[in-house]
């Protein structure tokens, strides 16, 4: 039923004369100034209580940036020394036991300081030099740079005594490990295994 039938309906004669003057407001109009139906603004007056929506939004706001933040997530950035590029800025890192770690490698490109690959590898306690040497005897392969100079293990996988690592990061660029920390506590070296840099290029992680 048309709105117009239905306002004929309601007020028998109106239609006649709403045809008779054009001029004539809508019959909706025409109807709700005589109180027979609601006028749009009767309509909307109700939405009123709709209102408190809006300090609901406003007060979720403040939630979001507490989410973004993980307290428990150690979140570490580790940089090549400004003075010595074969060395970290850092020889020493703190985590707990198994403890969820982010571990940011920041490559810049540094003023006086040669831009060299680096990566950072966590090793067994005492493996250092095992996988160190084993990165350096990746040099004759022609796709060690592809496999950042991360040492396989005997079935293909990674070298067994590494516990975590990043990709390399070229000068300019950055890599990220994460990882979860060793549960069991106690000082685990972390080196880098490009070629020539493990001997200085180390520190230590402990986990306590
Ligand atoms: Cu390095």
Redesign the pocket.
């Known amino acids: 039923m048309s709105k117009f039938l239905f306002a004929a309906l309601l007020a028998p004669g109106f239609l006649a004369s709403a045809q008779d003057d054009n001029r004539q407001p809508p019959p909706n109009k025409a109807l709700s100034s005589l109180g027979l139906i609601a006028s749009p603004q009767d309509a909307t007056t109700p939405a009123t209580p709709a209102t408190p929506a809006t300090p609901a939004t406003a007060s979720a706001a403040p939630a979001a940036p507490a989410a973004a933040k993980d307290p428990s997530l150690a979140d570490l950035v580790i940089k ?1 020394a400004a003075d010595n ?2 060395m970290f800025d850092q020889a020493e890192l703190t985590v707990k036991p198994g403890q969820k770690v982010k571990l940011t490698l920041d490559n810049p490109i540094q003023p006086n300081v040669q831009g ?4 950072w590898v966590l090793v067994k306690p005492g493996k250092e030099a095992v996988v160190g040497n084993a990165a350096l005897a990746m040099a004759a392969d022609p796709k060690a740079m592809q496999k950042h100079y991360i040492p396989a293990s005997a079935d293909g996988g990674v070298h067994p005594d590494i516990l975590a690592h990043t990709t390399l990061a070229n000068p300019g660029s950055k890599a990220e490990a994460e990882f979860t920390a060793p549960a069991e506590a106690g000082d685990y070296p972390f080196i ?3 070629p020539g ?2 001997l200085l ?1 180390k520190g230590t992680l402990h986990v306590k």
Not at 116 to 119: A, Q, Y
């Open positions: 090549p590029p074969m060299l690959p680096h990566n880098c295994t490009f840099h493990f290029m």
